[in-house]
């Protein structure tokens, strides 16, 4: 695992989807919810936390198989950022 040090004067949010196992699901839930990721069916939630330690965005939950990118573009917070704001997220988190 490797760890950059970054400024975080212009850092606007910290990013990261957070994901729920399920159980007891139908079959035609199976399907929209498996996150290959977990290798588990799940429910996803976007978390944006500012570099103070304030939560600053939490999306509704959506199913496991979307994405984080895709999500990301879905529930709206590229919309909230503007030019030259600093996004972080782990590297798996392309954007």
């Known amino acids: 695992m490797a760890f950059f040090v970054l400024s975080v004067?212009?850092?606007h949010v910290i990013i990261d989807c957070s994901e729920i196992k399920l159980t007891c699901i139908?079959?035609?839930q199976s399907s929209q919810t498996y996150s290959s990721y977990k290798n588990a069916n799940t429910n996803k939630s976007l978390i944006g936390i500012?570099?103070?330690g304030a939560v600053t965005f939490v999306?509704?939950?959506y199913t496991g198989c979307m994405s984080d990118?895709?999500?990301t573009r879905i529930y709206g917070l590229f919309d909230l950022l503007e030019e030259g704001n600093v996004v972080i997220a782990h590297n798996g988190f392309t954007i």
């Open 69 to 71: 990118f895709e999500f």
């Open 9 to 11: 004067e212009h850092t």
């Open 59 to 61: 999306s509704s939950l």
């Open 26 to 28: 139908s079959l035609i």
């Open 50 to 52: 500012a570099p103070h």
